[in-house]
């Protein structure tokens, strides 16, 4: 904790550089984990295999929970993909012309920002099919951790699409003013001049999005779904679910975790600054 | 579409010819709501003319020009630019935008473009013309309205008058035959104020139909073939401006310019 604290410290004279130097500290946070727990590992080998204590399970553990990391991880980019695809769509969808487009973009992302997200993953496990028939006629198995990914999606989507809307009723009418005088139509003016000044204001928003689709990735774990608090549930089970686990087991994890988001939201912060002074 | 743009432009209609009014307004009513701000304006603008239009502020006059190219609907009377009726629900409004060009008071640049950009976007867009050919213009526009070295500077980067310059020049890249200007010089500095007059004065004298909204009493007067004053949605008086801003008839007339003069 107290490495990342220095991070910080060391990060903030470098205003816009914050974001490499974060990286790349968090970086040796987690690698100092990594070798901490490799040589509490080496040196307990030849200890009684049934009565390990916690941090050598941890460390004994630590492939299988960081592999299940790489699973959150590998959720929430897709997750922020499909969430970004659909939300952009639907946001634009929101300040169409059609009345019908216009209503049911509006019903479609207000219910899925004001749905809990858990209520929003079981529905999404009950509803899409065990299987799946792909190209072919082989019947796929859907993996859960394709639908809990889908499922973080949603919520993400219906809040990417307020925040597209708010850009785009955030520009000066005398934006559409002045495109329409030079006889833009509409979906010129849409592509080159409103949606080029959007990006630049959702930008922060949408990183803070990503931030917590990340960190909700856990929840799938109720699902069964192999991640990184799952796996170090597994392990501490595999290891005797003595309590003495519990402790550094989660505080690992919250490092893990802390580690990842902690930059992102550091980055966030400085982007907002940066685009509220230059607008 | 682009097909349907080019059949409507063949199509202007027979009964407008050169010599007659380029712009022209019967008995033009506008409301917001039940507040009627135009209350029958009718002027006629013939090729080549400068006419300005001054009033006190909320008579109407930046609404009447807004009306010219269709940015505000009007409620009963006819507009028509080149023989087409803008009040017609039926008209094609991007074939009567490219002909009309219009000029802001807040310039509405596009921020996320350069000055060469700015003016070049609407040829390649909406005229698909050849970029090689746009390039060239917008450059020559851009020394025209004398801005030569900044065709790479984004709007931020300009004083309030360069930026005015740029919408002109803007304005232009799509070869209008009227051009509007919606009290252009209002939001600028004193000292920028007469760089983009003189670049208005040297369109006219090129012989640009011009129709100003305007506050610069002396520039009406140098450059206007007529002035039109209106005051509540009403046009008041109109004549030269030597007749006008030296001889006016009306009460109402003779209070605003002792006010501004």
């Known amino acids: 904790m107290t490495q990342v604290r220095t991070e910080t410290g060391n990060a903030r004279p470098a205003q816009y550089a914050l974001f490499g130097v974060s990286w790349y500290h968090g970086a040796i946070l987690l690698l100092g984990f990594v070798i901490a727990f490799a040589a509490v590992h080496l040196n307990s080998r030849e200890a009684d295999a049934t009565n390990l204590s916690a941090l050598d399970t941890l460390s004994l553990w630590l492939p299988f929970i960081l592999k299940g990391f790489g699973l959150n991880l590998l959720m929430s980019f897709l997750a922020m993909a499909i969430a ?3 939300g952009v769509a639907l946001g634009i969808a929101q300040v169409s012309q059609l009345g019908v487009v216009r209503v049911a973009s509006k019903f479609v992302t207000h219910l899925f920002r004001n749905a809990p997200w858990l209520v929003i993953l079981f529905t999404v496990m009950y509803l899409l099919p065990v299987e799946a028939t792909l190209w072919g006629r082989e019947k796929v198995i859907i993996p859960d951790w394709i639908k809990a990914t889908f499922a973080f999606s949603l919520p993400v989507m219906g809040n990417i699409s307020e925040i597209v809307r708010g850009a785009i009723n955030s520009i000066p009418t005398g934006q559409w003013e002045s495109a329409e005088s ?11 001049i409103i949606l080029p000044q959007c990006i630049k204001r959702s930008i922060p928003p949408w990183m803070n999005w990503y931030a917590l689709l990340t960190l909700a990735t856990p929840m799938a774990s109720i699902l069964g779904v192999h991640e990184a608090v799952g796996n170090a549930q597994a392990a501490m089970e595999a290891g005797g679910g003595r309590p003495e686990f519990l402790l550094p087991f989660y505080l690992f994890l919250l490092c893990l975790f802390f580690a990842y988001i902690y930059p992102i939201a550091l980055w966030t912060r400085k982007l907002e600054q940066k685009y509220a002074v230059s607008h | 579409m682009l ?3 080019s059949t409507m432009e063949g199509n202007v209609p027979r009964s407008w010819t050169p010599e007659m009014p380029i712009v022209s307004l019967r008995d033009v009513r506008k409301f917001y709501g039940s507040l009627e701000v135009l209350k029958g304006i009718s002027l006629d603008v013939r ?9 006190p502020s909320g008579s109407g006059k930046s609404t009447l020009i807004r009306c010219i190219n269709g940015l505000n609907g009007i409620q009963h009377g006819s507009i028509r630019v080149e023989g087409r009726e803008v009040n017609d629900p039926k008209l094609d409004v991007l074939a009567l935008r490219r002909k009309v060009g219009i000029v802001f008071q807040q310039y509405n640049l596009f921020p996320h473009k350069t000055a060469l950009e700015n003016v070049m976007l609407a040829p390649l867009l909406v005229l698909k013309e050849p970029r090689r050919q746009v390039e060239e213009r917008a450059r020559e526009l851009i020394s025209k309205v004398k801005l030569q070295g ?3 500077s984004y709007p931020g980067e300009l004083s309030g008058g360069q930026q005015q310059r740029v919408a002109i020049a803007r304005s232009l890249a799509m070869c209008p035959d009227v051009m509007l200007f919606d009290e252009v010089t209002a939001a600028l500095d004193p000292e920028t104020v007469k760089e983009v007059l003189v670049t208005i004065k040297q369109l006219a004298s090129e012989g640009m139909t011009c ?3 305007t506050h610069e009493m002396g520039f009406a007067r140098e450059v206007a073939d007529h002035v039109y004053f209106i005051d509540g949605g009403v046009i008041v008086e109109h004549g030269p401006p030597s007749e006008l801003f030296n001889d006016a008839k009306d009460p109402r007339t003779r209070r605003f310019l002792s006010q501004v003069l």
Not at chain 2, 47 to 55: H, L, P, S, T
């Open chain 2, 47 to 55: 090729k080549g003319e400068v006419i300005c239009i001054i009033g």
């Open chain 2, 211 to 213: 129709i100003l909204v």
């Open chain 1, 182 to 192: 030079l006889a833009f139509t509409r979906r010129q003016t849409m592509v080159h």
């Open chain 2, 3 to 5: 097909s349907l743009i």
């Open chain 2, 150 to 152: 900044k065709e790479n």
């Open chain 1, 84 to 86: 970004t695809v659909l």
